[in-house]
Each structure stands twice: as structure tokens, then as C-alpha cells.
């Protein structure tokens, strides 16, 4: 069988022996910790969710190696039907998870792979795609949640891996030995390392013939001896330690993101995938990024649940008929169907790669992600224009529960006769969830920087773009020659 | 033969027989007068492309009723790729001709009613259906270009059109016979009428009983006796009456609009689809519109030329490397693009109707032409802080040739010794053209109100989001229970 | 002596026996709390500066009633340059500060009452000026911190208070005794509260006649029995019990609100400013929420910080030459220069009132706020695309002072070797504390709803700008004659 | 008497015998030109609103030379309060002509000079200043228009005046004579030029000592031989030409941009300012930009017209109480009052300087400007979003005349019984005017580049905004020690 269940997946977890640090102290139970559990949670609903036969066609693929049903977070992409359903799967588990779920980076590293050992074979006669076919039946199989593991530290920005003064600012070979090689260095903002059974490491730039140390790509269990994850703080994160729930807004799921280190860990040759074949590294990074960006259709999912909890507070806040109010929401929508449209626009105009695997559009890819660096910015701002400022001035759970000062609170913050305070209070919590607190870390900071800042796709839309041919028509037009100057 | 030639059409419209007013006065020869004459240029570059190889597949579909290979602004769109190439021939037709081209105001009015007389058919047992295929079949195998009138006067916004107190405000029957109708009132916005074979008319809003005499769908030859053309101006105009071209800015194509009055036209009954139904006018009206806000596609390729105009604005005047202008290039470009997903998304989202067209997703359709009323202004603006003051400050191209100041011109202008300052005034035409000019009347304003105003389409995406949904979703995150307040 | 220092504050305020009450608990030391303390440090600095000289001029001012050097907080202003001072204050403040100094509300509480209690006393022959000008000397003399309560929790928005099903929604007179009277209801969103000595209440809305047991106004000693505060929730407000500093961003200052309950308090007449003059509720709440609205000069300061904190984070980076971030740098500041315009020009173009104070110009004070609902949410989000992902993905402080894994933060969290990993986690933690911790609840929510939500200003636009005027000149301009239609 | 009416100013235009060209022709009466005579018009408002009582505060000033009373176009800024009235009187006569009224751009020249010639004799003993206040004088006293010539041809963007290929590309002294100067080149888009008495050269960017031949300043009679003027085509501008006035938009008012040549034209010296003086020559360009920046005050103006005209097609329209109507008349009013904000603010905080001229404040006027180069766009979007889409199809005046198709336009394009279709064609005519006609040449693309490009305004930010201060405050608040790193 080759799919789990969410429990299944949940006791897999707990069978893996991870180094995680919070707090400055190690973890022992990482899947119970009430910080790291709700992210666990979420995750998990890419389990769930494959078994309920109204998503199966969105969540599930039939495997192009064995035939068998599998999760989709674990498929190749065969055609432009996969790649319009991957942005569809985004929005679904983003709508049902109000968070960032994980596990799509695993399977943006393994679409990417899929073309880009095939390439290197193609012009270097290496096994590359085999190996990692290899590798794919085990993840297919065993229904693996794997963590795509791209962003080094990078260390002095103006310098190529090589030249830093810290050689280990990029992840790199230190060692080759004959049954595998030796590794060290970092990866950062990792989205849910200690929820993944396995990391597939990339390089992080285009790299030249100096920096063919750096120009590797393997994938190793996660619990490897050797790797180190240290947990990174979110806002709000220790509400999850309070004891109650309404507090923390979304009660149910959440995201993290760790350093990971790798202090001199070791990769068998059947877990390489790339080994100083350095100028494919950019042709890694862009496959990547590529899906990766689609894979932001998430946002649009999380869009969802913020335009729902802003529509519930203008009911319990009762305004919801005021013209403005619907007008915002009207807004809130445009909004996120315009984001919508990019991700199922990369997906639609995608194309076949020599290997069989089909991939995004490019410049649409980065177009769609690029609007994700600005629309939820927006769509926020608007959240919180309707929420009203009760939404940051609301006392905690402690306070409605408090047999003193739990009277004032029911009584003052009840808008309407008909409706209770405390899930007026439940909504607030939620948007300020999302707009200030745990999932405002993906929603917002995570949707400008995650699979590439900004610029990075400006630079990208300026190299796809085709400004030849603009120009060209352009001159037609007011009648220049095209040979004049 | 299906396919007409760009000089087969040409002649087409010679033999026909418009009252067309302009400036007061009737037009004795349409296709000839210097103001219309870029408009037909622009709607001949549809029959033109349409026999070019590397344009056959967007440009040209095979007929679901024929078999026959037929120009795709005739076809009813047979499949999701029928939809999108749709959209992609709307790009490329825009970036051709750098205005509007006129024709998929027709064909978005066939595909409309192949499926409301279907549907009007199923619930009546009428037989508008087959008319409407035998008729379809004509405009097919002759190739003909069909206006689609749908835009009312309105008169009074306040009242329906049986209340008005002119009831000629929106066009109705005014006389039945057994051989078919008598109609009157008017038709405004016409876009490309007068390069029209044909005129296909329909509701403009949705109507309750009493409006029943205004439920009508019909269509007949442009110059049928009692159809009238009132020419509307547009922002410089006159410049094509001046001798010159370059002060055209664009010195090849154009559009037109006209006010098509109605005065008391007759009707044969094989040619009307919708007689008093008027419980599916607003059906017809959803889906001509969102199949017309698909349409928009076409700004992007006006987009196109566009952006090429600045980029060479910024090569003539030196300034193409400098990172402000570059960045603004990728802006324009990223705006560009996001349109461009847009109409690939609601294409892509598509459905089979009952009757067998493929019909686009009207939510993201809306969404689209929502985005259509912003993203060209911003564009536009771009374009003007890159081409420089020049281009509202220039002399005019009889400045250029004269003797006496041809020669200042020439050497004040000139910003590289290497160019010449005559491409750049075509160019800062061109800018012109397109953000003040004739061909800003159709990438600014018509993107703001054509196929509805932007009013029109925040009505259309309140209704059409799924905000139960959304809120069902918002309620499970942070614990409110569904049935509880 | 009129002015206390910062210390005189800090001990003035541990002299008050006030009734609050946090996560369900009453507390105890009120000004030692570590989550209130912050804010107490913030509003201290506005007594420490008023020592400064180099801040003399805009902190300090001489009483028009006794001629004593006193804190501009405590002053009424006596022309247009006090006006533009008060401005300035707020940046100098906000900027020294990183966040909301909440001693604004009460100044802008007594200018608002120096207008309408004259105005009242002129038309119905009462005394309330005198009274007020009594306490206002005791206020000035004794250097007295203020809260200004003005938001009712208003219960069902579309009833007025009197039809309310719960007639405490709005603060009301249940009392009427021969020394004073007693008042029941509670005021939500309540800046700084446990912060003042004093409390000044303020009806809403405008009222009518039914309304006028809402129609009061009044000021009492903060810890009068009776009045209870609950404090509002913050996003990341627990930080500040963590132990470390480095975590919270904002090491030294914070805000604060709460709700105040007022459960049957007594209030004797001499502290009793408008009494059931219904008719001047409307004034006295516009004439507060212009001076209030120009009192988000503010926030200019803080966007001072941030823009100091993202070019920091540049650095720390090592991006900071690029040429992207120049210009978004360029683009915050241009932004926050805009807001500094819009405080300034209210000022700068107030007026004098009958009672001799100086009032700020209404619709300039309405379109400066209705900026500052927009441009710090844009700054916002260019500072987090400036800082980068690793201000949401960073671990804690506690993280990088341990034994284990401190290495392994200062190792790959170093960008620049001549630079600190721990100032560069500093300054990280402070863009996050700006834009989505305790400080975000001021920069960015508070800048929505304080002093009015959006939509009341655009109301207050509305009704302020002469859009006859506008029509006459736009109708001689192309040639309507005024009498015509 | 030091002011002439506007009448006068007409007969003062007659006597100049200047030579000026337009569609390669000479033109020998410059004044009753149609194209250009609503050009003459609008500044002839300059003088005829200082006649007004009305406006005599704002239109006219106390020569601080003579102590007579003077139009404030000729008048030295001696306070804070000149300087705001400059700015009022910018919105004044925009809002009174609609257009650019072309006599701001002098002032703006005599002001920088009033306060460059006192510089430069205090560093190098000249008597410039004198010189200058000797010619001010006699312009205050004739109370004549300076056109303020500043913007150079630029040839090769990338070249300083000294290395172009043609030396002419930068203005500059050819020839050193007893009685005074040769200059030769052109100034470019020179506003108002051929209804001035007197032009005003000054250079157009910062200058090394290569380039000290280009470092001159100098005034001369506008009929000077050798100075030839060259007009600008602007969008719409025949529609002058037509006979009717309907079409126009504004039937009353225009502007006009030309090029201007300088032929070797001889200046005495008592017209020169400055010569050779290269450091000062960025010194002369900063001042003047400066002032100029703030006098886009005018757009304001403009505006208001805009929201007028607006707002009368929404009641022509029939549709002025719908409320997303009237959101986006708030909106545009809102966006207007920021402009406003922007020209008080400035001037507000403006400072004297050592010739005692009082300057604005540069950061703010830069900041002013730089929002001119974008809102206006925005409001001239939405009003084309309330006008709709017959703003741009509607038939011609001739077709309204028309007895053949007069009674179609009228019936059809009537809205309400009760009012015009002619008054409903006016406004929507003046609405294209502005935005997409002659007034929008002023409106917009002179917004965006008149008195700098945008980027000019960003480089100007960068210089003046106090980024080190910001830092200091950013790392106080989170505990980097300023001498740390």
C-alpha cells in the first residue's frame, strides 16, 4: 500500500530520532511538543485528506514508475492536467490548514531532480536518473514527507561560494570517500524539517568550474547522525504553551522553520544525485524555483480562510451589509482569484522536459509569485480594516474565563444579542493569527521570501520576458525599419 | 472556400451599403475615408493571419457543424484548448495591430447564444437553436465579421425598460408580423461596426415580464434599410486627416466606435433567437459578458507593443541601462504578464455547456477584466515616466520637414549620434498614441467600461465566490462550531 | 513646578491604587510588571524630554492661564505654531520610542473640551468653561497624564444608544445626586490607561434628545472606585517574561490598552464638562477626532525606526548597495515623508475657535489619518522585503547564548565578517516587534482604527470638501451655464 | 502702477515681435492663434485675478524692493506665509483655467536666482546681486511674465555638457564681448514661452570646471533676435481649429510647450546672473527645482475641476447616489487634499536664506512633487471609471447640430428628462480634456516630468532624508551599541 494515513504518518514521526534544539535545549518528544504539533498537524492533513474520496483525484496520482495510486506529493507531474492539479491541491489543503502544510518544497525538489538528472546523464553519460528513479519508488512506496532543502547561509553576499571567508557559508563535499561522500554547511528557513522523513539537498546559485565542491545534490534520512535542526521562533509561538486555545486563533495547525546543520555528515553514492556537475546547478535552482513558486498557490487557500474570518467579524461585528464592508470583501476576493489565476496560469502553459516530466511556465511561475510578495500584503491590510481594533486590544481567554472580570468581558464585547462574545473573540484571534501572528509568519513574510525574494523574480521576468519581440512590433507600428539605426 | 483574404474582405465591405455619419455629414465611401480606414486595416489583419503557417493553429479551428477549416472568430469553442487559444490569438492580434482589432465582439455573441438557444429550446420547446446553427453555418462559410450589440442607451439608470419615459431607451419590438419584427431603439459603443457584415443583437441587462417586449436576440446585415451609424469621435482623431503619418503615432491601424440607431428596422423570423424569453436575457448577458471579459486578452498584446515602445524610448534616449528604467521595464512587464494569466486561467477553468460549447469560468473572466480596468493605466503611466516630456512637447513632423526648422529639430532631438531623431519622434508618437491618443481610447477607456464597467464586475465576483465556504472554513480553524450562534 | 521628571512620574503613578486585571488575575504592581513596564518607559519619555534642552522648544510651552513653563502635553494650543510643534512632538516621540506613547488621547481631550465647553456655556448660559479651565490648571500644575475615553463598546452598530438592548453599550448617567452624579458603562480600546492619573470621558457619536443620558462628559482620578481596566492582549506580549531581551526587538518601550469598566462610579459636578447637551456630543467627538487624527504625526516617527531598522538590516545583509534596496529605502521614505506632510499641513492651515484655542483644519486632519490606515502597511511590507526571511525563521535568544548551539547560530547567522551575529539578530527581531509583534499592534492596527476606522474618515472627507464649488468650476470651464438644467 | 489687467497684458503681447513656428510655418499673429490663444487666455488669469478683492491676498504681495504693491508672480518669498500663499494661489488658478497657466515657472526662476546671486557674491566679491535686483525690479514695476528656461536638449545622457559630440546639446557662451555675452543651444519643453515679455536662462544640472563655458544665467527680452520658438504638438490640439467649441472640453483655457533655439543671441551685461561661476550652477538648479516642485500646488487645482467634472457626469449619468459612486469621489477628493498636503507642508516648513528669501523645505517639496508624478493618474483613472465609456465615443459637436442625426444624439444620449444631452456632452468632454486631451498633457505627463522626473525627486529623497539618525534611533531601541561593530 502506498499510501499512509494521517495516524500513520504521525507514528512514523516518532520512530525517527531527530536533533532538535528550541530554546536552547534539545527536544525529546518533538512530535507532542504543543509548539512543533500543530505544524505536525498540518502536515498531516496531506494524509487525511488523500483518503477522502471527494479529493482523491486533486490529492492522489497513479505513479508513472509502478503504476500504483500514490499521493500526489510524491508524483512526477505527467502532464498539464498534474501540474493545474498541484495548484488546486495548494489551495485545498491551504484553505482546510489556514497555514503553510510543507510538504509541497519535497515535492518541487523531486519534480526538479527528475529533469535535471536526466539532463546531466544526457550530456555527462552518468546514472544519475536511475539512482534517483530508485530513490522516487522508495519515496512513492513508502508515502515519505521529504523536506527540499535549498537556502544556504550564503554568508558575504557579494562572493561566489568559493571566495567566503567561512568556507562552509555554502553546503559543500569535504570529503569523497568510496562509498559515498562527506558533507558540511547549512540550510536555513527550513519549512517543516523535523515533520520530514527525508531532505534532498540542493545548491542554492548557479555555480561556475571554481565552486564544483558546492555544486552537489543528495538526499539522506532525516535523523542522519550528523544533522542538527534548530528551531526557529515565530510570533505569538508560545501561546501554544498557555494552556488554553482561543488565544492562539488558529487552534488546530500551524508551520515552523529550523537551521539545519550538517556537521560533516555522510551521503552513500546511491543518495547523490549530482556530484561537481556544477553547470547544471543553475539549471537546478530555476527547475526548482519554477515549482516552487507555482506552489504558492497555497496562499490562495489561506485567502480563503482569511476572507471567511473577515466576513464572520463583520457579522459578529454586525456590519456586514454596510456598502464599504462588501466592497472590502469584494476587494479581498479580486484579490486572491487574481492570484489564483497566476498559479493555474503557469500550470496550464507548461511544457514536457526531455524526461518525461512536465513543468510550469516559467516567467508565469515567477509572475504568480511575484503578486504573492504583494496581494496577501494587501488582502491582510483589508482584513484588519473590517476586523476593527478590538482584533488587538481583546483580552486574553483567561480574562472570558475568569469568574471576576469574565462578566465585563461578555458583556461589553457582545455585539449582538444573537451571537456569542467568545466566538466573536474566536475570529478576532483568527485574523490576528493571521495577519500578526504564527501563520502572518507564512502568510506574509514567508509569501515575499519563500522560494526567492522579490528581486529574484524580477530578475527572472527579465530574462524570460521576450523584449525582442516587443520592440519589433513596436517599430512596425510607427513605421521605424527594424535595420534603420 | 471558408476563409476570406484580408483583400477578399476588403472588397466584402465595398459592396455593402452603410449610412455611416461623421462630422455631421454622411460618408459616402467608408473603407477609404482616412479616419475609419485604420480600423478596417486592423479588423483585416484577423482574415490576414488566418492564412499565415505559423499562426494556423490560433488563428484558425475546424467547424463542429462543417468539418470545414474556418477563420476561429467564426468557431464555437469545442474544448478547453478552443478557449485558451482564444485568448492567445486576442495577444497576438493586439501586439499586431497595437489597437483593437474589432472581431471578438461577434464571435463572443455566437458562442453566447449557441448556448441560450439551446437552453431556451429545452425549457420551451422553440426552435431558436437550429436557426441559430443555420445561420452560424453562413457566417462561417462566408467568413463574416459580426458585430454584437448588447450596450442599451439606458436612459433613466433607475427605471427597467418598461418604465423608461422614452421606452426607445432600450431597443424592443415594436411590431410583430408573420413574416418577423419590427425593431427600435439603439445600440451604443458599437465597436467596429462599420467594418461589420453582419449585426447581432441582444439584451443588455437582465429583465422580469413587463420588459418581455425588450427580451429580443437577432441578427442582420449591417446595412439593412433603417440601420443608422453615428461615427463617435475619438482623442485626436483628426491627426489621420493631415497629410503626414508620423504624427499617428501608430501609422498602420485603429478602431472605431459608433452609435447604431434602430429605427425601425425589420426582422425576418429565421433570423431572431431570443423573442421574449425574457427570463434568459440575463443568461445571455452572463455569458456574452463573461466570454467579452475573456476578450481583454487582447490588452495584453497592445501591452506588448507598449512596453516595446518604452524600451526603445528609453534606447533613443539613451537612458535603457540605468537600473530605474530597467526596473520599471520588469514592472510593466510583471503587470503585463499578470493579465496575461488571467485570461489563460479563465480559459483553463472552462466548461462544456448543455448545448456542447465550451463555456469560460465566469468567476475568473470577471476577475480578468477587473484587472483590465487597472493594470493598463498603471502601465501606461510607466511608459510615460520613461519616454520623457518629449512626448507631449514634440513639434510636429511638418516641424521635421521644414526647410526653415527641420534643422533644429534635427539637431535639438537628436540625444545619440547614432540614431536617428526621427525614429525617436515615431516612437514618442507611438507612447503618445497609446496613453492620449486614438489608441488610448481602446487601451485605457474601453478597458475601463468595454464588456462592462468595473462595477459590473465586482457585482458578478460577489456573486460568484463561494463565501459560505470561506466562512465554514474560517469557523473549523478557531473552533467555532457551525450550527452554534 | 509644573513639570515632573521621569522618575517624579514613575513614582507618581505607583501612589495609584488601580484595579486591573490580566489574564484573568488582578495585579498587584502595576508599574513593575514586565508587560506593562514598557509602556510606563514609554510614557515617561514624555516627561524626560521636556527636561531636554535641545527639545525644549517643541516638548515644552507657557500656560495661557498661568503663564508657568509647561509639558506641551498638558497645553491648550494658542496658535498655528503650537499646532505644527505638536506634530513634531509626536514624530520626535514616535521615533525615540519605536511605539505609541499614549499621552496624546488626553491633550487632545482637553483642546476638544476648551472648544465645546465654551461654545456650550455661549449657547445655553452654563459654566462649564470656568469648571474646565479649573481642571485644567490642576492638570498643567501638577503635570498630569490623561487618558482620553471616547469609544463605547456601541453593542448593536445600528441602533442609537438609547434603543440598545443592553443600555450600558454606551457610558450613561444612572444617577442623578445633588453633588455629582453617578455613570455606568465601560470604554474599550483604552491607550495607556494604567499609565494616567486622570481619565477623561468623552461621549462617541452625535446624539439627539432620546440619547441625552449619554449625552456626558466628565474627568475623574484613574483610580476612583469603581472603575475597573482589563488589559487588552498584544501580539507577542509575552516575550517580555521570557528572561532575555534580545527577542522582544524593542528592548525598551511597548504600549498598552484595556478596557475600562465604569461599574456605577460616582462623578461630583466639578468634574463635570457637558451634562445631557445632547446637541454638542456631534461637536465635541468631531473636534476630538481632528486633533486626534492629526496625533497620528506619530507614526511618521516610528516609520523613522523602521526605515532606520531596514537599512540596518541592509547592511547587516551585506545588500545594502544594491541598487533595489536604494530605492526601496527611497520608496519608505518618500512614503513617510508624505505622512509628515499631511500632519504638518492640518496644522499649519488650523484656526483659531471662539474660546481662543487654536483647531486643526478638519478635512486636512481626516485625509492625514485616512494615510496613515494605508502607507505604514506599505513601509511595513518593504521593510520585510528588505530584512529578508530570516526575521520569521530565526531562532531565540536562548538559541544563541547556548552552550550546544550558540556556535552553530553565530557560525551561519554571520553574513559579514566584520559584523556581529547577534546585532544582526537584534535588529531583526526589531523589524519583527514593527511589523508583526507588540509593536505592529501600534504601527499597523492602531494606524487603522485609532481615532476612527477608515471609513469615518472617508465620511468626514466627504462631508468637509466643497464639491459645489469643484462642480461650478468644472461647469464654466467647458461652458454649462449654473442655472440651466 | 505696478499691475497690468489682463486686457493690457494681451496689448503688451501684441508689441513682441516674436518668432515663432508651428506645423513648419511661421506664424504671424502669435496672439489670436486659436491653438495658442487659450493658452494666452490662462495666463491672462494671473492678471485678472489680482484685480479681484476677493483675491487680492493670495494674487498679489508688498514688493519688498519698493515697497508697491505687486503680483505675487513677480515677488521675492519674505515669510512662511508668502510661501504658503504661493501654493494657494497655484490651486487657485488650476482650478480656475484647468490647465497649466504657465507664469509659476518665472517666478520660480527669479526667487533661485534672488538667493544663488547672493551666494555667489559673497564667496567671489561680484555683483550679481545687484544686478539681479535691478531687473527684478523692473519686472515687478511692468509687471511682466519670465518664462524660466532650464531644461537643455541633453544629447548623450551619459556625457557632461563639455564632452558631447555636438557642443550645442548643453546652452552655452560662444563668444566674450565688451558689452556682454554670445550664447548659443536650446532650451526644451518651454512652457508658455511664446506668451512671455521675458526668458530667463539658467543651466539645467550641476557643473565641474570642464563645463564653466555652460555655467551661465542670464534674462532676456522674449524677442530678442536669434531666439526662435518652435511649438509643441499636443494631443487634441486641432480640435481648436474646428470652428465648433463644444469638442474642446475646456472651451476657455490651454497651455502650450515649445522648443526654444538661441540663434547666437547676444546679452548684454547687465542680463547676466552668472558666468562661469561652475559650483554654483547645481546650487541655481536645486533652488529652482525646489520652488518649482512645490508650485505643482496647481495639480491640486486641476484636480478639483476633475472631481467637479466627475462628479456632474455621475448626476448626468444619472447615477451620483450609488455608493460606489460616491467612494470614489471620496477617494479622488482624498487623493487630491494629499497633493494638497504635500504644497502647504513644504511651504510651511520653509526657511530663510542668507539673502533673506525664505526657501521651501526641499526634502518636502521633493516628496509633493514625486506624489504629483502618480496621483493624478489615479484620479484621472477613476474619473473615466464614473464618466463611462461615452467619454469616448461620442459623436461630434457637428453630428449635434447635425439636422440629419442631431435629433439621434439627442434622444439616445439623453439620461434624464430633465436634463441636457448637450450640458451631459460638455462634461464628458471635459473630461477627455484632462484626461486624455490638450489638458492632459498638463495634468498628467507634465505632472510626470515637468520640474524633474521622478527619478530626479528619488535622488533628491535619498540626499536629503537623514538616514544616519534613523539608524542611531533603530539601534537604541534594540541594544546595538553604536560604536559596536
Known amino acids: 500500500m502506498a499510501m499512509m494515513t ?127 528513479i530508485n530513490y522516487l519508488k522508495y519515496v512513492q512506496e513508502k508515502d515519505l514527507t521529504c523536506d527540499g532543502a535549498m537556502t544556504d547561509p550564503k554568508g558575504d553576499r557579494g562572493l561566489p561560494p568559493h571566495k567566503q571567508p567561512d568556507p562552509d557559508h555554502y553546503l559543500r563535499v569535504v570529503k569523497e570517500r568510496d562509498d559515498g561522500i562527506v558533507v558540511r554547511g547549512a540550510k536555513a528557513h527550513q519549512t517543516g524539517a523535523v515533520n520530514s522523513h527525508e531532505i534532498i539537498v540542493m545548491p542554492t546559485i ?83 524555483a519554477a515549482y516552487h513558486r507555482q506552489s504558492y498557490a497555497c496562499k490562495v487557500g489561506v485567502g480563503d480562510v482569511l476572507i471567511g474570518a473577515a466576513q464572520l467579524a463583520a457579522e459578529y461585528n454586525g456590519v456586514a451589509r454596510a456598502s464599504h464592508i462588501k466592497d472590502k470583501i469584494v476587494e479581498m476576493n479580486h484579490l486572491n482569484e487574481t492570484l489564483y489565476c497566476g498559479c493555474i496560469a503557469c500550470a496550464s502553459e507548461g511544457h514536457k522536459e526531455p524526461s518525461g516530466t512536465y513543468s510550469v511556465n516559467t516567467l508565469l511561475a515567477n509572475v504568480h509569485k511575484h503578486n504573492v510578495t504583494r496581494i496577501p500584503y494587501e488582502i491582510s491590510r483589508l482584513s484588519q480594516d473590517i476586523a476593527g481594533g478590538l482584533m488587538v486590544t481583546l483580552p486574553s481567554e483567561k480574562d472570558l474565563r475568569s469568574p471576576v472580570v469574565g462578566k465585563w468581558i461578555n458583556k461589553y464585547f457582545r455585539a449582538h444579542s444573537g451571537l456569542s462574545t467568545e466566538n466573536r473573540m474566536r475570529i478576532m484571534r483568527l485574523i490576528e493569527n493571521l495577519t500578526l501572528g504564527t501563520a502572518a509568519v507564512g502568510y506574509l513574510t514567508e509569501s515575499m521570501h519563500g522560494a526567492g525574494s522579490p528581486q529574484a523574480q524580477r530578475i527572472m521576468i527579465a530574462r524570460k520576458v521576450n523584449l525582442e519581440e516587443k520592440k519589433r512590433a513596436a517599430k512596425k507600428l510607427c513605421g521605424i525599419s527594424e535595420s534603420e539605426d
Chains 1, 2, 3, 4 share one sequence.
Open 6 to 132: 494521517a495516524k500513520e504518518y504521525e507514528e512514523s514521526l516518532r520512530r525517527l530520532n531527530l536533533e532538535v534544539y528550541m530554546f536552547g535545549k534539545r527536544i525529546d518528544n518533538v512530535v507532542d511538543h504543543p509548539i512543533i504539533r500543530p505544524s505536525m498537524n498540518a502536515l498531516a492533513k496531506t494524509y487525511e485528506l488523500a483518503h477522502r474520496p471527494e479529493f482523491e483525484d486533486i490529492m492522489t496520482a497513479t505513479s508513472h514508475i509502478t503504476g500504483n495510486k500514490i499521493n500526489r506529493f510524491t508524483h512526477i507531474h505527467q502532464n498539464i492536467q498534474d501540474l493545474v492539479k498541484k495548484s488546486k491541491m495548494g489551495r485545498l489543503l491551504g484553505r482546510e490548514t489556514g497555514c503553510c502544510f510543507q510538504r509541497c518544497v519535497g515535492m518541487d525538489a523531486l519534480n526538479a531532480l527528475s529533469i535535471v538528472t536526466f539532463d546531466i546523464d544526457a550530456k555527462h553519460g552518468t546514472k544519475y536518473y536511475d539512482r534517483f
Open 206 to 288: 548557479a555555480m561556475r568550474e571554481a565552486d564544483k565542491d558546492y555544486a552537489i545534490s543528495f538526499a539522506l534520512p532525516s535523523d542522519t547522525p550528523g544533522i542538527i535542526y534548530i528551531m526557529g521562533r515565530q510570533s505569538c509561538d508560545t501561546r501554544k504553551l498557555e494552556g488554553g486555545h482561543l488565544d492562539q486563533g488558529n487552534i488546530l495547525y500551524g508551520g515552523h522553520e529550523a537551521l539545519v546543520v550538517f556537521d560533516d555528515v555522510f551521503v552513500p553514492w546511491d543518495r547523490v544525485f549530482m556530484y561537481k556537475e556544477f553547470e547544471f546547478a543553475g539549471q537546478l535552482v530555476e527547475k526548482f
